[in-house]
């Protein structure tokens, strides 16, 4: 990690965080500051940082609005805020981690750590947060694009990519692999039948037992189950009230 930059439109915020990397965090040799989403926006183009601590309510717009704005994120994004109610958000941004004001220097110290040795898998927030997601951004080549959770019927592995196919037959491929999907919805009601495959139980509509095995969903998609996954399946379709 070698270059750092806040966005804060605090100055005292700034100048606080800027100290406490100084004093708690190593390796981090230049660090940078902009004050909105504007200025934030340049900032990251013209410095290129390692690493950006983002403030998430601005006087000219949120952080997520900044987020945006960029055609990618090449950078390890960690969130500050002094509110929690966010959280969610962010963590569908693919953030390293989320620091709630007055940051503690010892959460600060790990959070660096954290984004010094992380790739930005989206696991990255799962044992810090809970609750439901309701939407989900997704980094494809060209665009971030922020989908509801509900409307995503499944999931297809293509290599180290993933395919998401939407309700309404809308598709989205994504860059990132199957795996890194199926921990993070797992708990959402979706289930991994098969090494390429994550369906959404919503939209289940029946699993056909013969022919080796496959469900059939509502845009009359047939996925294979793999032999393994056969009695879970039946336990899981079992248990839907």
Not at 23 to 47: L, W
Request: charged share 30%; net charge negative; hydrophobic share 40%.
């Amino acid at each position: 990690m070698k270059t750092a930059l806040i966005i804060d439109d605090i100055e005292n915020a700034r100048v606080s965080l800027r100290r406490d990397l100084g004093d708690y965090c190593e390796g981090i040799d230049e660090i940078f500051e902009a004050d909105g989403v504007v200025s934030g926006a340049k900032a990251i183009k013209e410095y290129d940082p390692d690493i950006v601590f983002l403030d998430i309510q601005m006087n000219d717009g949120s952080g997520f609005d900044l987020l945006e704005l960029l055609p990618e994120i090449h950078f390890k994004l960690i969130f500050t805020t002094s509110s929690d109610e966010h959280a969610i958000q962010a963590f569908k941004f693919s953030a390293v981690d989320y620091l709630l004001k007055p940051i503690d220097p010892s959460e600060l110290q790990e959070a660096v750590k954290k984004a010094a040795g992380n790739n930005g898998s989206l696991e990255a927030l799962r044992t810090n947060m809970g609750g439901k997601i309701e939407r989900l951004a997704l980094n494809s080549q060209d665009k971030i694009k922020v989908v509801r959770v509900p409307e995503i019927v499944r999931c297809e592995s293509t290599g180290s990519y993933t395919l998401f196919f939407m309700k309404g037959g809308e598709q989205v491929l994504v860059t990132r692999t199957l795996k890194e999907y199926d921990s993070l919805l797992s708990s959402q009601g979706f289930i991994r039948v098969h090494q390429s495959h994550l369906v959404n139980l919503d939209y289940v509509r029946e699993f056909v037992k013969v022919d080796g095995g496959y469900l059939v969903l509502d845009d009359r998609s047939e996925i294979p189950v793999a032999s393994r996954k056969k009695s879970l399946v039946m336990k899981v379709l079992s248990e839907i009230e």
